[in-house]
């Protein structure tokens, strides 16, 4: 069993390995609310799984080291054991899916551990690594359900509630439950009337709906941007975790992490990757009851593929009303497009891109469409140029 004198020890085995991440205060997340964030982003590695492993790979008896240490990963928790192992003198062999991010491969590779690419996805690597781990002797670094890891994970707690002892509520993002089994233990420990709430993308509810149903259930398929908690099955150590110690748990949408990350990028200048911005997301949406509380929202890594996050900003801009694509029907003669073009200019609104493209079979045959891309401010600044053009004569199609 997990105790709290485990995560003590941990916090200070790990005071030469991991980094101290202070409270940031938050205004724009929820004004309804007095919200903190805990940035692991800016953890080493950029995200919180190197307390977990660290801590873990501290443990090992001489013999274990002197084999060296395996792990299976997408990512954050390959880096986490890669840099431990190193701060160690230990070898590390990491397999990864052969789809993973090149940025995460090299990271894992920079941390010193030897790459083993598996092709498939997380399970055949996962099946790997068990392999060469009864071929190799290596000792296997579970990615959160081993109790050192869970202990590592729990020292996030400690320090939430050292620098902040009269925390209502503490959010947490769940993948398979090493995180939030830490953090609510040790919280609840120090003050039984702290509330943990644990957060899962919609599209990846293993814990949620394990919880729910009293039992450890596996989904078939897991599909979100929050790829650091796409986890198909919780822990059995972390289920039971969760049920002592969580209050509840509850899902956001892909349109609301997109919305999180990009409201923290501009709003605090932090980078957090979708596993990491579902806390951030329940706050700001109301999915856990945080008005008038003090809440600290656990913002779990930031190792996002540049990729994504252009794609996350673009959805991001479009859900909160600030970039808007109009399909405009005009009679194709001179002078159509300056009609548009100053009635948007006149109402603020910043045209990026302009597609024009003649009428298709059934429509008039002189007619054409007018696609346009705007930057505006919100949803109401969207109506008033849309109401603008039908009111000047504009069909908006």
């Known amino acids: 069993m997990v105790t709290l004198d485990k995560v003590y020890h941990a916090a200070h085995v790990l005071k030469n390995v991991v980094r101290h991440t202070d409270l940031i205060k938050a205004p724009a997340i929820n004004p309804d609310a007095d919200v903190w964030l805990k940035p692991e982003n800016l953890q080493v590695t950029g995200s919180f799984k190197v307390r977990g492993s660290g801590y873990m790979i501290s443990q090992l008896t001489e013999e274990e080291k002197a084999k060296g240490v395996i792990a299976c990963s997408a990512g954050n928790h390959a880096q986490g054991v890669a840099l431990a192992a190193t ?57 959160f359900d081993a109790e050192n890891v869970i202990a ?87 289920f039971n975790y969760v049920k002592e110690y969580v209050d509840e748990i509850v899902t956001v949408t892909e349109d609301e992490i997109a919305t999180a990350i990009l409201t923290l990028i501009e709003q605090h200048k932090m980078i957090a990757e979708g596993a990491g911005a579902v806390s951030v997301a329940a706050a700001m949406f109301d999915k856990v009851p945080v008005k008038g509380k003090k809440v600290v929202c656990v913002v779990s890594g930031g190792n996002i593929d540049v990729t994504i996050l252009s794609r996350v900003i673009k959805r991001g801009l479009s859900r909160s009303g600030r970039n808007h694509s109009l399909l405009v029907e005009l009679v194709d003669k001179p002078g159509q497009l300056r009609g548009v073009s100053n009635i948007i200019a006149d109402k603020g609104g910043n045209v990026i891109s302009v597609h024009h493209e003649r009428a298709g079979e059934g429509s008039d045959i002189n007619g054409c469409f007018l696609r346009i891309v705007l930057e505006t401010r919100n949803f109401d600044h969207i109506k008033e140029i849309t109401d603008a053009l039908t009111a000047a004569g504009y069909k908006l199609v």
């Open 152 to 238: 590592g994970q729990g020292t996030i707690g400690l320090e939430i509630m050292d620098e902040m002892p009269d925390v209502d509520a503490i959010i947490v993002p769940i993948g398979g439950g090493g995180l939030i089994s830490g953090v609510a233990l040790a919280a609840k420990k120090l003050n039984p009337n702290v509330k943990v709430y644990g957060v899962q993308a919609a599209g990846a509810p293993s814990m949620y709906n394990s919880v729910r149903d009293g039992k450890i259930e596996r989904l078939d398929t897991v599909s979100t941007i929050a790829d650091g908690i796409a986890v198909k099955e919780p822990g059995e150590n972390t």
């Open 87 to 143: 701060k160690y003198g230990i070898k590390s062999v990491i397999c990864l899916p052969d789809g993973a991010p090149i940025s995460k491969v090299e990271a894992t590779k920079g941390y010193g551990a030897e790459v083993v690419m598996v092709e498939g996805v997380y399970d055949d690597a996962y099946a790997k690594a068990l392999e060469l781990r009864d071929e190799m002797g290596y000792t296997f670094i579970h990615p």
